[in-house]
């Protein structure tokens, strides 16, 4: 264990308490529901399970049962944040946190004939932890630690107030079976157990738990006494996996993607909105991914999605890690999400093409014993692993409309909507409506997992599941190598494609290069030239002076043969007694040295000259060569012209241009490169990938049947508990390579994947990661290899019940450093933002945010909502691409100016009579459908009132701005409110963009505003919002002409309606 491993650990450990302090809400009493009524117990009645009571009028199909979850001493979470409240301080932050609701001490599942399953008591984590905040307190070191030992022992005292006595035949029985049940229980032991689990939490004076409630739910016969996955019946989701998780941080089990999500530490930023070359570099034709969906061939992703997918399969296809992707609003995440999918498909065909025989792919085998069953589950090749697909959020609406939208015969484009098919019959079994493949499945909890076994495994008499489907293979042949074959031919195409506009590619990287290089090579010969004229002056000058020492020496040569001639006759031997042979000795002295000096300025001379020729040589041979380099440079360059010429002609607008030639909005609405001859064959090359993959279960159809029965064991929870990690991890591997995406929300992850371990999974894609509170996705991401956030947290933050300053107080608690890791400061985007090096910065409250990779293209909202969203949220990056549609016909988004005087709370009774008169017109008038239109608040006073208002009309959306996340309607009327009185809460609903930012952009194609103009105007981002506006009073008179409107279809509305709620329409006039 390392000290970063230690203090990564303190961090899911310091999330794991903040989880503790966040029960889960009992459902509200509701005795009429038609599947899982609710009931309130009084002394007295009969219970439930027993005669009497009216649930026993209620007839159930021979093999279901009524099965109930009994919740037990139910207190006032409110009285919790009291005593947070009085212990930590206020919530400054929040100033109107969210209705807190009713929890319960303990839970417990208890049979039709009333007998408690022992197995699945569940005390409180939330009245625990209140519990020790009241004593010892936060001042005591150890205040929030041991609760999984003393959860243990309340429950063991709790199953033992009502164990079955000994002489209990029924208990006996089905503990043979497996299966720990109490004796049955009365009035009397639910008392008692109230009692108890009150005295063992220390709660009583705090939170004054009282009473029963039991929500009784229908069940199989075979699974009426069975307890495993699915009793977290009280206490959060993610606390088990969190402590599971900070566990194996603690000797080093985890992987690239936790270890970037925990990290702080710097990186190498790369600003995609000014570092263009970046950008265009990342969407070369090489990296484009192989494989593509089968969207419109014509229309490219936007350069922001091409981007995010090139370089998500560039960073992490081979080594894993965490990579942000910034979506805001109708900016395309789910389409960005699509071509990733294809480009795995693609990958792992490919990798099946390559095997010898396709029971090359499989290795070790497995069994295990379910009842008098044994499952077999092969292993898989690790080549063919690492491609299993997860999407998981917090919004279990978010990843349900992902998996519901892909395999819809809408996701497909012309020409293949019609023809492309993978287990098409069975996968619109699956969806309920028309189908083209079972590439995605809804998993998650367990009611989903049931439907799916049901449907697409076991199937109906009219539409077999894949369980038939596999068995009538079994014996028919599969041409393996035909199939084969098909696919290589469509990859063959989609790489030669590749290869042409790789060739483009590389020539516009190569022309620059080589016009720079002509330029300095012209300039070379230029001064070549130069310098071989110089030096031709130098060598004629040289010449000169080599002809001239020439003839000194020659004179001088001369001169020493006439003096030679001239020689004395000595009369003395050696003549130094003769004076004239002594003069003449000293003079041939002197002639011989003026001559050899003479001679050894001429060879210096000729040396010279020697010398300049050689040089002159070189610069001769050098201007020879940098003109044949000229020469060929000159002509590459014409061969790159034409060529590039020509792929100019054929990829038309998707050639690239200079940065310089077009302007922004126009360069970031397309990929160049990605023409439609190119996405053609990419998207074919997909569905012949998955053709290959059908193909290769035919082949083999016996052992992905043995396997895919394993699975169904995984899901419906029938694994014993000592199967081998590797076992259920190739189970699910088989079922990832018949369906390439599966998804589940973050509570239930933990619970389906509980046998899966550190990176054992491909690919985890976190959609609305803005909106998760950090400590939800820690188990998703351990257990992957790859893990990719899309989220905005420019949208709305998490939801946090827990007050900031107890959140502050766990943090010390656990001695966990910095704030960023407090869970109501930050998101799973936000974390993920800061580990990715690609993105950009926004407008920040104290400095500029950076946010992974955005996407900037956006298409939902028509003007002005966009420009609202673009400025108060995005500092401009957003460019608009939506599509010009009809004539909306409805008059133009304006602020209706209701001033605030008389209010009940944040509620303005005036504001809701405009509401109801502008609804009516929309409706009546304007012949917009109820489900158009959504109406949305800051406030949940405002909300109570409008289900008044808006009574009238059946059908009608409406609800807080924060349950709006995630919707959109073509009409948005935002009824502000806002107590006159407490202007600290119009500060509040202002302290941020994300606010006004979610309403805004709800609007597709028309916003209303109705508030006190002049009070919500001088607030921050609401000034905006003013501005962009024309507005109006209540009987239409234009109050302030901000703008005008940007799209000319203003419609004049009638002055009035006729009829019993006669309106002054000028609101909206």
Known sequence: ???????????????????????QSIPKVDPADAREPVFSIEPGQPLPWQVGHPLRNRQLKPNLAWRHIL????????????????????????????????????????????????????VSSGAWATGRTNAPGPTAKDWLTGFDEEHLDFCERLEALVAARQDDERAAELRKLGYRAGRPVGHAELVRLVELATGLL????????????????????????????????????????????????RIGEYGTALDDYLSTDQLDRIDIRHELQAVFYQVAPARVPLGRWPARPDKSLALSQQFAVNTIMDELATCGGLFAVNGPPGTGKTTMLRDLIAA??????????????????????????????????????????????????????????????????????????????????????????????????????????????RDAWYGSADQPGLLQQLREWENKDVDWEEAVASFLRAHQRVLLLQEERSAAYDALQELPELQQFVARVELDIEETERRIAQAQTILAKATQRVEAATQ?????????????????????????????????????????????????????????VADIRKHIDTLKRAFVESRRELDQALTRIGELRSLLARHQEELDTFFPKEPSEINEALRELKTPWTDEVWNTARSELFLEALRLHHAFLRAEAPRIRRSLQGMMDVLSGDVPPDVPEAAVRAAWQTLFFVIPVISTTFA????????????????VFIDEAGQAAPQLAVGAIWRARRVITSGDPLQLEPVVPLSAATQQALRRTFSVEHARWLPGRTSVQQLADQRTPYGTFLPGEEAPVWVGAPLRVHRRCDQPMFDISNAIAYGGLMVYGKPQLPDF?????KWIDVPGTNSKGHWIPDEGVVLERIVRYLIEQGGIPHGNILVISPFRDVVKELRWVLRPFPGMRYGTVHTAQGK?????????GGDPQRPGAKRWAASRPNLLNVAVSRAKRRLYVIGDRAAWSQERYFDVLASRLFATDSAGRGVVRSREPEIDDHRDVPTRLQGPTTMPTQALK
């Not at 000290?3 to 989880?19: G, H, T, V």
């Open 889 to 893: 016909g409805m008059p133009h988004s």
């Open 552 to 608: 000194t020496m020659e004179t001088w040569e001369v001169r020493q043969l006439e003096h030679r001639r001239l020689r004395p006759v000595s009369t003395s031997p050696d003549g130094a007694s003769d004076p004239e042979a002594r003069e003449w000795r000293t003079e041939e002295l002197a002639l011989v040295d003026r001559t050899r000096q003479a001679m050894w300025k001429m060879f210096a001379a000729r040396r010279q």
């Open 71 to 122: 919740y037990g001493g139910i207190f006032s979470l409110q009285k919790s944040r009291d005593l947070l409240r009085r212990v930590f301080g206020p919530d400054l932050e929040n100033p109107d946190p969210p209705p807190p609701g009713l929890s319960s001490l303990f839970a417990v599942v208890i049979t039709d004939e009333g007998r408690p399953l022992l197995s699945s008591f569940q």
């Open 968 to 976: 959109e309607a073509d009409v948005v009327i935002v009824i502000l």
């Open 344 to 453: 795995n498909v693609v990958e792992r065909a490919l990798r099946l093409s390559r095997l010898s025989k396709p029971a090359a792919a499989f290795t070790d085998e497995y069994r295990w014993k379910v009842k008098e069953y044994t499952r077999l589950v092969t292993g898989w090749s690790e080549d063919l692993t690492g491609f299993e697909m997860v999407m998981t959020s917090a919004n279990n609406g978010a990843v349900e409309n992902v998996t519901n939208e892909i395999p819809s015969k809408n996701a497909l484009d012309s020409p293949w909507r019609e023809t492309a098919a993978y287990f098409n019959e069975i996968a619109t079994a699956v969806l309920g409506q028309p189908a083209w493949g079972l590439v995605a499945a809804r998993l998650g909890r367990k009611s989903n997992r049931a439907e799916f076994v």
């Open 202 to 249: 220390g709660v009583g004076d705090i939170l004054d738990p009282q009473g029963v409630q039991v929500k009784s739910v229908r069940v199989s016969r075979k699974r009426e006494h069975a307890v495993g996955e699915g009793v977290d019946l009280l206490n959060s989701f993610v606390a088990r996996d969190l402590s599971l998780v900070a566990n194996f941080v």
């Open 1 to 23: 264990m390392t000290a970063i491993d230690e203090s990564r650990a303190q961090i899911l450990e310091f999330w794991r308490a903040c989880e503790l302090f966040n029960p």
């Open 748 to 763: 239930s992850f933990g619970w389906m994947f509980s046998h899966l371990t550190r990176e054992s999974l491909g690919w």
